[in-house]
C-alpha cells in the first residue's frame, strides 16, 4: 500500500526503551507481530497545525516500523468548506451555528470530490474528526473496519450539527473520544484513547540551555526576567487576547514578558483576524512578543517552552490540549483553563493549577512567581503524569489493541 503523505524522518521504535523502558516497547513489538502487513489508513483534514496532524505525524512512521501497511491521507476543499467546518468545529464545541442550511450539501459535496480522489482502502479505516465523516461512503458491503477518531470535546454540542453529524457517526464500527465526558450516546462501541505526544520529537526532546538561550534572544525575549507563554494558533477559544489581560494584571506586581506564539492551520480559515485582534490588544508594549510562526517551528516551540517561566492554556473550550502536554513533559508549571481535556492533565496543585477566568489566571501565575519551589515540584509531578499516560507509545498501544480486537470479532 503506498503512502499518503510524506512521512517524517523515523525515530526507532527501540530508541523509545530509554524513555519507558525495554518491557514497554518488547509488548508493542508483541501486540504487532499479529498485524504484520495489514491495512490502515488515516485521513483527517490537516497536514499541519494543530494537535491532530502534530499525533498522526508520530503515530504513522511508527506504526509502519511495527510492521503494518499504514497510509495517512489529508482530504482538501475550498474556502467555502473550511469555513463550514471551523463553523462545525465551533458548534461542536457549543457555540452557535450560523451557516446557511445549504451548508450541510457542500459539506457533503466536497466529501464526494475527495471520495473520487482519494484511494479508500485500508483494512482499518480511522477517520478523524467532523471534516472527513461522510468518506464512509466508500465502504462496500460492510467491508473492512472503519472507526471515527473526535478530537472534539462533544459535551455540549451545538444541536443543529450534532443531528446532521450523528446518523453518520452511528454507521462506523466504533468512535474513540478523548475523555469520558465527551462521549456521546450512540448505537456503536466508544473507546478512550488520550491523546498523546512523541517524547522524542523534535519538538518534545531534550535540549541544551545554551540553544534555549540562544532562541530567546533570537526573538528579543529576555532570559533574565520572568517569561509567559502561550502557545496556540490564533483562534477564539483559545482566548489569546483573555491572555494579553491576565498578563496585564500580573505585570502589575511582577516586570515579566509575555510570549504568544503561534501560526495557522490549513483548515482554520479565521487565524488572521484573531492574529490582528491580539495585536491590537498587545498594542505598543516591549513586553509583549507575538510570534507568527511557520509550520516548521517544533525546535522553536520545544525553545520557548523551555525557556519560560510559567505555560498559559487559557482556553475557553479545548479538546484535549497537546500544548499542556508538552508542557508538563518539560517540567513546566502550568495555569490552564478547566476546560474540555484540559483537568485530565492539570489536576489542580499536583501537576499545575486550574483557573476559570482572566482575573483567576492572573492569580495563579502570580501565585507560581511568588512561590518557585511549589512550581518546580508542579512541573516534576506534570511530567511523571506524562510519561504515565500521554505518551505516543501509549497511543500506539491503544491503536494495536483496537485492531487486535476488531479482527477477533469480526
Ligand atoms: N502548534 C504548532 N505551531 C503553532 C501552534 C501550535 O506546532 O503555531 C502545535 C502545538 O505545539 C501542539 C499542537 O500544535 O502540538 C496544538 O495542539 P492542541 O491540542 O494544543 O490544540 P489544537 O490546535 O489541536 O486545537
Same mark, same amino acid.
Given at each position: 500500500?503506498s503512502?499518503g503523505?510524506?512521512?517524517?524522518?523515523?525515530? &526507532?521504535?527501540?530508541?523509545?526503551? +530509554?524513555?519507558?523502558?525495554?518491557?514497554?516497547?518488547?509488548? /508493542?513489538?508483541? /501486540?504487532?507481530?499479529?498485524?504484520?502487513?495489514?491495512?490502515?489508513q488515516?485521513v483527517n483534514s #490537516?497536514?499541519?497545525?494543530?494537535?491532530?496532524?502534530?499525533? /498522526?505525524?508520530?503515530?504513522?512512521?511508527?506504526?509502519?516500523?511495527?510492521?503494518?501497511?499504514?497510509r495517512?491521507d489529508v482530504i482538501t476543499g475550498g474556502?467555502d468548506f473550511f469555513?463550514?467546518t471551523?463553523? $462545525? &468545529?465551533?458548534?461542536?464545541?457549543?457555540?452557535?451555528?450560523? !451557516?446557511?442550511?445549504?451548508?450541510?450539501e457542500v459539506f457533503l459535496a466536497y466529501n464526494e470530490q475527495n471520495l473520487a480522489r482519494l484511494q479508500m482502502e485500508g483494512?482499518?479505516t480511522?477517520i478523524?474528526?467532523?471534516q472527513p465523516v461522510a468518506l464512509l461512503k466508500a465502504r462496500h458491503?460492510?467491508?473492512?473496519?472503519w472507526?471515527?477518531?473526535?478530537?472534539?470535546?462533544?459535551?455540549?454540542?451545538?444541536?443543529?450539527?450534532?443531528? $446532521?453529524?450523528?446518523?453518520w457517526?452511528?454507521?462506523?464500527?466504533?468512535?474513540?473520544?478523548?475523555?469520558?465526558?465527551?462521549?456521546?450516546?450512540?448505537?456503536?462501541?466508544?473507546?478512550?484513547?488520550?491523546?498523546?505526544?512523541?517524547?522524542?520529537?523534535?519538538?518534545?526532546?531534550? !535540549?541544551?540551555?545554551?540553544?534555549?538561550?540562544?532562541?530567546?534572544?533570537?526573538?528579543?525575549?529576555?532570559?533574565?526576567?520572568?517569561?509567559?507563554?502561550?502557545?496556540?494558533?490564533?483562534?477564539?477559544?483559545?482566548?489569546?487576547?483573555?491572555?494579553?489581560?491576565?498578563?496585564?494584571?500580573?505585570?502589575?506586581?511582577?516586570?515579566?514578558?509575555?510570549?504568544?506564539?503561534?501560526?495557522?492551520?490549513?483548515?482554520?480559515?479565521?487565524?488572521?483576524?484573531?492574529?490582528?485582534?491580539?495585536?491590537?490588544?498587545?498594542?505598543?508594549?516591549?513586553?509583549?512578543?507575538?510570534?507568527?510562526?511557520?509550520?516548521?517551528?517544533?525546535?522553536?516551540?520545544?525553545?520557548?517552552?523551555?525557556?519560560?517561566?510559567?505555560?498559559?492554556? *487559557? +482556553?475557553?473550550?479545548?479538546? $484535549?490540549?497537546?500544548?499542556? #502536554?508538552?508542557?508538563?513533559? *518539560?517540567? *513546566?508549571?502550568?495555569?490552564?483553563?478547566?476546560?474540555?481535556?484540559?483537568?485530565?492533565?492539570?489536576?489542580?496543585? &499536583? #501537576?499545575?493549577?486550574?483557573?476559570?477566568?482572566?482575573?483567576?489566571?492572573?492569580?495563579?501565575?502570580?501565585?507560581?512567581?511568588?512561590?518557585?519551589?511549589?512550581?518546580?515540584?508542579?512541573?516534576?509531578?506534570?511530567?511523571?503524569?506524562?510519561?504515565?499516560?500521554? /505518551?505516543?507509545?501509549?497511543?500506539?498501544?491503544?491503536?494495536?489493541?483496537?485492531?487486535? &480486537?476488531?479482527?477477533?470479532?469480526?
Amino acid at each position: 500500500m503506498s503512502t499518503g503523505m510524506p512521512l517524517p524522518r523515523l525515530i &526507532h521504535i527501540d530508541d523509545y526503551a +530509554s524513555v519507558l523502558g525495554e518491557p514497554q516497547v518488547e509488548e /508493542l513489538r508483541t /501486540l504487532a507481530s499479529r498485524l504484520q502487513g495489514r491495512t490502515v489508513q488515516m485521513v483527517n483534514s #490537516t497536514a499541519v497545525g494543530g494537535g491532530v496532524a502534530e499525533i /498522526l505525524t508520530r503515530l504513522v512512521p511508527i506504526l509502519q516500523e511495527l510492521g503494518l501497511a499504514i497510509r495517512w491521507d489529508v482530504i482538501t476543499g475550498g474556502n467555502d468548506f473550511f469555513d463550514i467546518t471551523k463553523a $462545525f &468545529h465551533n458548534a461542536l464545541h457549543g457555540g452557535s451555528y450560523e !451557516m446557511p442550511p445549504e451548508s450541510f450539501e457542500v459539506f457533503l459535496a466536497y466529501n464526494e470530490q475527495n471520495l473520487a480522489r482519494l484511494q479508500m482502502e485500508g483494512e482499518f479505516t480511522v477517520i478523524h474528526d467532523p471534516q472527513p465523516v461522510a468518506l464512509l461512503k466508500a465502504r462496500h458491503d460492510q467491508s473492512g473496519h472503519w472507526i471515527w477518531r473526535c478530537h472534539i470535546d462533544l459535551s455540549r454540542p451545538n444541536p443543529t450539527v450534532w443531528q $446532521f453529524l450523528e446518523p453518520w457517526v452511528n454507521r462506523y464500527d466504533g468512535a474513540i473520544f478523548s475523555s469520558p465526558e465527551f462521549s456521546r450516546q450512540l448505537s456503536i462501541p466508544q473507546y478512550l484513547f488520550y491523546p498523546c505526544i512523541d517524547p522524542l520529537a523534535e519538538k518534545n526532546r531534550e !535540549m541544551e540551555p545554551e540553544f534555549v538561550r540562544g532562541t530567546l534572544e533570537r526573538f528579543s525575549i529576555d532570559p533574565a526576567r520572568p517569561i509567559l507563554t502561550q502557545i496556540s494558533r490564533f483562534d477564539r477559544l483559545k482566548d489569546p487576547v483573555g491572555v494579553v489581560r491576565a498578563y496585564r494584571i500580573v505585570k502589575r506586581y511582577f516586570d515579566c514578558q509575555l510570549v504568544l506564539a503561534g501560526g495557522g492551520a490549513d483548515d482554520d480559515p479565521e487565524g488572521a483576524a484573531v492574529l490582528a485582534e491580539v495585536q491590537e490588544a498587545a498594542a505598543s508594549d516591549a513586553d509583549v512578543h507575538i510570534l507568527n510562526l511557520p509550520p516548521w517551528s517544533a525546535t522553536e516551540i520545544n525553545a520557548l517552552q523551555r525557556g519560560s517561566t510559567v505555560i498559559i492554556q *487559557k +482556553s475557553l473550550r479545548e479538546g $484535549f490540549g497537546l500544548t499542556v #502536554t508538552e508542557a508538563l513533559w *518539560k517540567k *513546566k508549571p502550568v495555569v490552564a483553563s478547566a476546560v474540555g481535556g484540559i483537568p485530565t492533565q492539570v489536576i489542580h496543585k &499536583h #501537576t499545575g493549577l486550574l483557573a476559570h477566568s482572566v482575573e483567576g489566571t492572573a492569580y495563579q501565575i502570580r501565585f507560581l512567581l511568588s512561590n518557585p519551589a511549589i512550581a518546580s515540584r508542579l512541573g516534576e509531578q506534570g511530567h511523571e503524569h506524562v510519561r504515565e499516560h500521554f /505518551l505516543i507509545t501509549s497511543n500506539v498501544r491503544r491503536y494495536l489493541t483496537l485492531f487486535l &480486537h476488531l479482527l477477533g470479532s469480526s
